[in-house]
């Protein structure tokens, strides 16, 4: 053997032979195995294409008048050719996979009347070798536009486009379609841009067009030569904010101004003037904050502020001014607004605060009389913020009425599927069958909310109450079984679904109320259940049935002896007084709950809030 192998080395003829042979077999297994596993399936793909594209011309041949027209085309997708059993399945080579039914057959006539087809098959990783991306348009302007009612709509067209294939296309090739916009009514339309690129794949984007009211024009129409609102008027609301505010009057510039429909909290004034006081901190620390985009859409406001002798000093009211983005009623202007003895600016039965005071510690107030009168500053009372918005916002749905407020393009309402911690202070939102409003965005990412009632039973909507009776000095405490703190985190969290409620360290006040704003000490406190004070955002009278039931406890410390502070839902008026007063009190909840629960429905109101998944 080993004289057979050192002859075949040493015979170079046949050790070439030897090296050809054994190259050609390695390329013949190279071959097949390139055939088995990928020239096969090219083969197989080639074929499926020519099948598809094969029953799509029988299809044209008896239905010769379905052809398009020149310089027209037509598609037909694979799923007809399925549907209609024009074609046996076609499936990626050499699986079960089917091929994707909107795979297409396009047939186009030239000028010269004839007819090209153009193949495009996807099967898994295969896909036909032709263009078949549409060209990307891009237009000038916003997507999204707003328009006046009644104005003339002009489109503001195409600013490129750009196809993959053909490069940069004319934009006088885009075909554009405005006839659906009809600016004779309030509504959404959609302008529709088309254009093809040489191998007829065309692009379609939409342009939606809002026709609605300008906000500062409407208000205009509806106001007499005061420029004030008059009376008990329907078209007197407006949604802003997330927050839901009555119309005043609207200046020579088309800002609006707006107060609050609901009183957002109640402070002491800690002041004969509201400068320096615990209510102007308050407004322009806090609740300027809660607000969405206050920069974007609020503007400077001159408030009369002068200390006034009497209810009809309206001249002296004006005697001293401040200016900010947000103060509160004046004197003068709640006058402006009355006839019949109704103010526009006024609850039915509730006090709410004047900015103009009256010297010797007293500050004016709007009474359920309806008429301006004096209290005493040793009362917690209710705080209804004034605003002024920026002239070039539009009502875009509502009638203006409560019910159904004028709807602004400030904010947009949540989605179904958002998170909760996207959306704004002030909504609504349902949570374990109880109505809630959210008053924060921590960067933890809960969301705080504050109950829109007291806290119920809601297996037969019953106010759920506590007592302070026994409870000398009250101080809210976790471990006390009489105290509320422990009955709210121990008993009532039995009526929440506490699986999405985060424990939190809150803040009580531990010093007197009457203390100013930014003076205030507290302590902290950590629990599920908090809880309303009175510098909480919406902690006061709501607009709910149950909010009337009963006098609401506040969380807030006295330095009394067995004092509470509480309120009385019925004039929305808050009292430091002996807790042996009442027997119990309704209870106002605040708690931090997950930021990533979900929206299901709803639009954040009172009427219609958000509910979750």
Known sequence: MEKVKAWFLRNKYLKAVGILIALSLFLFLLGYLLWVFWLSKIEIFKQEEQIFLDAVKRYYEYRQELLPGKGESREISLEKMFLENRVEALYVPKTKKLCDTSSWVRVVQTEDGEYQYYTYLKCGKYESDIDHEGPKIELNGEENMIISHNSTYEDPGVKKVIDNVDGEIDISKVTVDTSKVDTSKVGSYEVIYKVKDSTHNQTKVTRTVTVARNFSETVASETDESNYYKGQVEDNYVQFSGMLWRIINVDENGNVKLISEDVVSNLRYDSTGYKDSNVEAWLNNVFYNSLTNPDKYLVDTTYCVGAVNSVDD???????????????????????????????????????????????????????????????????????????????????????????????????????????????????????????????????????????????????????????????????????????????????????????????????????????????????????????????????????????????????RSTGENMVIMMNVVTGMSFELTNDNFPEFSVKVVMHVNGNLKIRSGKGTMNDPYLLQ
């Open 314 to 556: 309206i001249n002296s009211s004006c005697s001293e001014t401040v200016t900010a983005k947000v103060g509160l009623p004046s004197l003068d202007e709640y006058y402006k607004t009355v006839e019949n003895s109704y103010s526009s600016m006024n609850y039915w039965n509730n006090y709410y605060y004047l900015l103009a005071n009256k010297r010797e510690n007293e500050n004016l107030i709007i009474t359920e009389r309806r008429t301006a009168s004096l209290t005493s500053n040793l009362n917690i009372l209710p705080i209804k913020p004034v605003i002024t918005i920026k002239n070039g916002l539009y009502i875009y749905e509502g009638d203006g009425t409560k019910e159904n407020p004028y709807k602004l393009n400030d904010y947009q309402y949540g989605e179904e599927h958002e998170e909760i911690k996207n959306r704004l202070v002030g909504e609504y939102i349902s949570y374990s069958g109880q109505l809630f409003r959210i008053i924060g965005q921590e960067k933890d990412g809960s969301v705080k909310v504050i109950g829109a009632h007291p806290l119920l039973n809601i297996s037969d909507n019953r106010v759920l109450t506590v007592s302070t009776s026994d409870i000398p000095n009250y101080q809210y405490n976790l471990t006390d079984e009489n105290n509320p703190g422990y009955i709210l985190n121990e008993d009532y969290i039995e009526y929440l679904d506490d699986s999405n409620i985060i424990p939190y360290e809150y803040e009580i006040i531990t010093n007197s109320p009457s203390t100013k704003y930014n003076d205030l000490e507290t302590e902290k406190v950590e629990a599920k259940l908090m809880l309303a004070s009175t510098i909480d955002l919406f902690a006061s009278v709501s607009g709910s049935p149950y909010s009337g039931q009963r006098i609401q406890l506040f969380l807030d």
